[in-house]
């Protein structure tokens, strides 16, 4: 088989790319490991930064989003028992969030591409990479039980955290940016109407807790645990009960409602640079991981393939490189900015042990935030997606 563009992963960065390259007439075969149902109904973020929204419009993906997706103007930081908010919107020269959960980003996107007849393979096995450093990289795999080897002029390594991409670069070439967090977050999926008119993201003793939405129907809602969680210990009536202990308002309830899904996420910060090997180039999580508490790891993802896409629609049109060549540059300029404002927000909001004075830096930071103009306009424009990067 022979492609332009091979692609490793069908999560958000690999299927984003390969609609961009389709719209631009550039070919592309997509293969993932996983099957499409495993892949359309994973639970992961919920919030698009206006440049995702607008992307995926362009790239002719964004009707459903339109019509089901909830524009948000702003958010709610909440501590020591008061609810601040923060006017996103107002703060950021108009610009606002989209609530659009990743499956559904990823099931338009899917069905984008089966509608155009092109390749996308499904419970592919054994994939490597091979000869990244000529012009006749390769990825090899096994499909409905055949090996296959797929020429390709360049390969997107797509594959997420765990994937085999980034492994294949030899040792010495990539330089890695690490941090664990001692927690993690318990998120939750509820039929039940949002209780909250815009996210509230909460500062509180017994640690940090975050109400979301998906839709009309559906809550959103996580709190700050062990990163090492069982999730046997929390029963449903558990969950609720501390959602309502940190969240809790005088005026204000909490609804419950049935659990559809629960499980527990470990933070990590992590960057691998450069983004680029030879013929192969890293996107999404494959190249970069953010803790999620600035809901930024889907809009990275997004924002890398726009400019991968973009460098070799110039290198396929002109035969110019430059784009190629300043691609893991490019990327990293807002990979790392997101980095530090993930970092900045989980520091801020979560539990971080018992010193006095980490907590009072953060009310302090938080006070900040909330009654300085300059500050809370900082914070805005981070969460709605920098524009002058
Ligand atoms: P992925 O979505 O990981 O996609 C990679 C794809 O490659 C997957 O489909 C995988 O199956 C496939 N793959 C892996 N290995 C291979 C292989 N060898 N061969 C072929 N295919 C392969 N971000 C937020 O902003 N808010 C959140 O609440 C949030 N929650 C998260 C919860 C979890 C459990 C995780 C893991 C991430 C979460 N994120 C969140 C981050 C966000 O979901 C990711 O940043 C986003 O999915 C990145 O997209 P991606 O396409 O780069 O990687
Ligand atoms: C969601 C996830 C996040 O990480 C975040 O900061 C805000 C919202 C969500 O899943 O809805």
């Known amino acids: 088989m022979r492609t332009q563009v091979g692609i490793v992963g069908a999560g958000p960065a690999g299927l984003t790319l390969a609609r961009l390259l389709e719209v631009a007439g550039i070919e592309s075969v997509v293969i993932e490991n996983r099957d499409r149902d495993y892949v359309e109904h994973r639970i992961r973020a919920g919030v698009l930064e206006q440049g995702t929204v607008e992307l995926l419009r362009e790239a002719g993906v964004g009707a459903r989003m339109d019509r089901e997706g909830i524009v948000h103007h702003g958010i709610h930081l909440q501590f020591e028992g008061e609810r601040h908010h923060v006017p996103l919107s107002e703060l950021a020269d108009g610009r606002s969030i989209m609530i659009y959960g990743q499956t559904e980003v990823v099931k338009d996107l899917i069905a984008a591409r089966?509608?155009?007849?092109?390749?996308?393979?499904?419970?592919?096995?054994?994939?490597?990479?091979?000869?990244?450093?000529?012009?006749?990289?390769r990825i090899r795999f096994t499909h409905d039980g055949a090996a296959q080897e797929l020429e390709c002029d360049v390969i997107a390594g797509c594959d997420g955290f765990h994937g085999v991409c980034r492994p294949s670069i030899p040792s010495g070439i990539l330089r890695t940016f690490e941090r664990e967090y001692p927690f993690g977050w318990l998120g939750i999926l509820a039929q039940v109407a949002p209780s909250i008119d815009e996210l509230v993201y909460a500062h509180n003793d017994r640690g940090f807790a975050l109400l979301s939405l998906r839709s009309p129907e559906l809550s959103r809602y996580y709190v700050q645990c062990r990163p090492d969680e069982d999730l046997a210990e929390w029963p449903d009536e558990r969950i609720w009960e501390e959602l309502q202990l940190r969240t809790g308002l005088a005026g204000w309830t909490l609804h419950e409602g049935p659990i559809l899904e629960k499980g527990v996420t470990g933070m990590r910060s992590f960057v691998a640079?450069?983004?680029q090997h030879g013929r192969l180039f890293l996107a999404g999580d494959a190249a970069h991981i953010v803790p999620p508490t600035g809901a930024k790891g889907l809009n990275l993802a997004v924002s890398d393939v726009r400019i991968l896409a973009d460098a070799l629609i110039d290198w396929y049109r002109s035969g110019t490189t430059a784009g190629l060549d300043g691609y893991s540059n490019a990327c990293l300029r807002r990979v790392w900015r997101a980095e530090h404002f993930s970092w900045w927000m989980?520091?801020?909001?979560?539990?971080?042990?018992?010193?006095?004075?980490?907590?009072?830096?953060?009310?302090?930071?938080?006070?900040?935030?909330?009654?300085?103009?300059?500050?809370?306009?900082?914070?805005?424009?981070?969460?709605?997606?920098?524009?002058?990067?």
């Open 273 to 275: 640079e450069p983004m």
């Open 114 to 137: 089966l509608e155009s007849g092109l390749p996308l393979l499904f419970e592919v096995d054994d994939v490597t990479v091979h000869d990244l450093q000529t012009e006749l990289p």
């Open 346 to 389: 989980t520091s801020m909001l979560h539990k971080l042990g018992e010193d006095p004075f980490d907590l009072q830096l953060q009310l302090s930071q938080l006070r900040y935030v909330t009654s300085s103009q300059a500050a809370a306009r900082s914070l805005a424009e981070n969460y709605v997606g920098l524009t002058t990067l």
